[in-house]
């Protein structure tokens, strides 16, 4: 079936990730997924939460974020608002536990990192070209904390890398990489996050239409693990020389 950006159903948006985008932040990615464009920054903090204080090991947290102007119509700012939506919370913590996955938070020592993602264009898939943005400007602050004295360089913090990636059913057929276009149509709509080996971190599937068989739940992770194994190699090129 032909896409309406030409793409085949198995084929990723362009995709670019501009690592170092921010210089004051001690780990940043610009990350494009299309006409998606998430800006991740990566802050280490010399403490950690107060209920993980004296345990020997770090934190990894994140924050999500829209700006006003990333959709078509001007949204206010939570800030605004008084309290942060369901849908922000959500996807913050979502980006948080997918990067603590692959992390060894004793490798750490009592450091944290804050990871901020800020969408600065939203076409569909924001939640997932976090992910694999802020893994990256994460990398970059791991390395820059070993080289400035804040995690031992004997350290391996990094157990692993994770990606992100939307699948969907249009018109019976699995789609990878879902624009908004694509998302408002799917009959299935789902997000996948899995490792740099292939290992599954959540996977998040909803049937908005007809109810989904176990024959195109395969198809569909089997797309998504194609597509991550793709971001990966991205996320790759992207951190070249770091930590060397």
Not at 184 to 192: H, L
Request: proline share 3%; with cysteine; glycine share 12%.
């Amino acid at each position: 079936m032909a896409r309406k950006d030409g793409r085949t159903p198995d084929e990723l948006r362009q995709v670019t990730i501009e690592r170092g985008w921010s210089e004051q932040a001690e780990g940043s990615a610009l990350v494009s997924f299309g006409r998606t464009k998430v800006l991740c920054t990566a802050s280490v903090l010399p403490s950690v939460p107060r209920w993980m204080a004296g345990k020997g090991k770090g934190w990894v947290t994140a924050e999500y974020a829209m700006l006003p102007r990333s959709t078509n119509e001007r949204m206010d700012r939570e800030s605004v608002k008084g309290r942060v939506g369901g849908r922000t919370h959500e996807i913050s913590r979502l980006i948080g536990r997918s990067l603590r996955a692959v992390v060894d938070l004793k490798a750490l020592g009592e450091v944290s990192i804050a990871v901020d993602c800020d969408v600065l264009q939203a076409d569909g898939g924001t939640r997932t070209a976090a992910i694999t943005g802020a893994y990256v400007a994460l990398a970059e602050a791991i390395a820059w904390a070993q080289a400035n004295g804040r995690i031992p360089r004997s350290a391996t913090p990094l157990i692993d890398s994770v990606a992100a990636v939307s699948v969907g059913v249009i018109d019976g057929e699995p789609m990878l990489d879902l624009a908004y276009v694509e998302d408002v149509r799917a009959g299935t709509d789902m997000n996948v996050v899995a490792t740099g080996r292939g290992l599954f971190v959540e996977v998040q599937g909803t049937a908005e239409g007809a109810p989904f068989d176990r024959r195109e739940l395969d198809a569909l992770l089997d797309l998504a693990l194609g597509g991550i194994a793709t971001l990966t190699g991205i996320q790759g090129e992207a951190l070249e020389g770091v930590g060397a």
